[in-house]
């Protein structure tokens, strides 16, 4: 009885430990991928608002290059919008939990035209 026991204790320590290792492993290997989304929505938004910046030295504000920019950059906020409830702003460097933006915030740029 006593090694029957013994066993049982055994087997039941072998399930203890097994389930906190998976529920570890499930629960700290979600953290990094959660960051690599987030980094992932920054970098759609860092280079969609790099996009307009280009087109707009290229092409000029008004130019049909800049609004297309101007498009995409307000698609990639509305994804990371949709995703994460935020976004990422690359001119004032953080993130807004509100859905805050201004598909014209860029035009106070407009003086650089050519």
């Not at 290229?58 to 990371?80: F, K, M, T, V």
Request: aromatic letters at 10%; a negative charge; glycine letters at 6%.
């Amino acid at each position: 009885m006593k090694s029957f026991l013994s066993r049982s204790m055994k087997r039941f320590g072998k399930v203890v430990l097994a389930t906190a290792a998976l529920g570890g492993f499930l629960l700290l290997g979600a953290a990094p991928r959660a960051v690599a989304d987030d980094d992932s929505c920054r970098h759609r938004l860092v280079k969609a608002d790099h996009r307009l910046h280009e087109a707009a030295e290229h092409h000029g504000w008004n130019s049909p290059q800049a609004e297309h920019a101007r498009h995409d950059l307000h698609e990639a906020r509305e994804y990371c919008w949709g995703k994460f409830h935020k976004w990422w702003d690359e001119d004032g460097h953080r993130w807004h939990t509100e859905r805050d933006w201004d598909d014209h915030d860029h035009d106070h740029d407009r003086d650089h035209d050519h």
